[in-house]
């Protein structure tokens, strides 16, 4: 079993975003993060949790019966150990995605895990962050994100996917900043441009108003 992790909350809800949206899915969400996103929805994570051991969230993960795992922050892979915890969920044979800032090197995880990596745009704040050789390292089953704050970011977006050809290495999604860039503005842009993207909303946030379902 691998090393201690420090986690803010472990929880069951239906995917909000990604191509596994609407599955019931455990979220373990890690606690800390070195990047701060002007945008950041999930601020409670930046501090704090509570030391579980590696088995101790395999049997809470368990008792959920679920088939998808996502492993999220804060940034997951902050904490070195998370790279063992998703090797053991890999061989319990969950479907497992974990939800990266970029910042930091995907290197290192297990080739079974989908890696949901986050290009930073100038508007988050943080795109000097982005580390640009996980690139590289991205797998047919991984997906790209990016976040808009306004058209600024998504002309930013479209030459990055177009300079790095990145529709043609995994799959690639853009979203809106909900209450800041009206998301009927995005899907008309993606469609004007017949960009080749998938648009998505924060299911979560559709359904119950907050920032992980309930």
Avoid at 79 to 87: E, F, G
């Amino acid at each position: 079993m691998g090393q201690d992790l420090r986690i803010t909350e472990i929880f069951y809800s239906l995917q909000g975003e990604t191509r596994s949206m609407g599955l019931p899915t455990v979220f373990v969400r890690l606690t800390g993060c070195p990047l701060r996103c002007r945008y950041c929805d999930t601020a409670y994570a930046f501090s704090g949790g509570t030391r579980w051991s590696e088995e101790a969230i395999l049997q809470e993960v368990g008792a959920y019966s679920a088939s998808y795992v996502t492993v999220t922050g804060g940034e997951p892979l902050a904490q070195p150990a998370v790279l063992s915890l998703m090797y053991a969920l890999c061989e319990q044979g969950y479907t497992v995605s974990v939800e990266t800032s970029g910042a930091l090197s995907i290197a290192g995880i297990d080739s079974r895990v989908s890696v949901i990596l986050d290009i930073k745009t100038p508007g988050s704040g943080e795109e000097a962050r982005n580390d640009y050789a996980n690139l590289t390292r991205l797998k047919p089953i991984d997906q790209v994100k990016f976040v808009l704050t306004d058209r600024k970011d998504y002309e930013w977006s479209r030459t990055f996917i177009a300079d790095h050809g990145l529709h043609e290495r995994c799959e690639v999604l853009l979203s809106a900043v909900a209450g800041v860039l009206p998301p009927a503005d995005l899907a008309d842009w993606i469609l004007a441009d017949r960009l080749p993207v998938r648009f998505q909303l924060q299911l979560h946030k559709v359904l119950w108003g907050d920032v992980r379902g309930r």
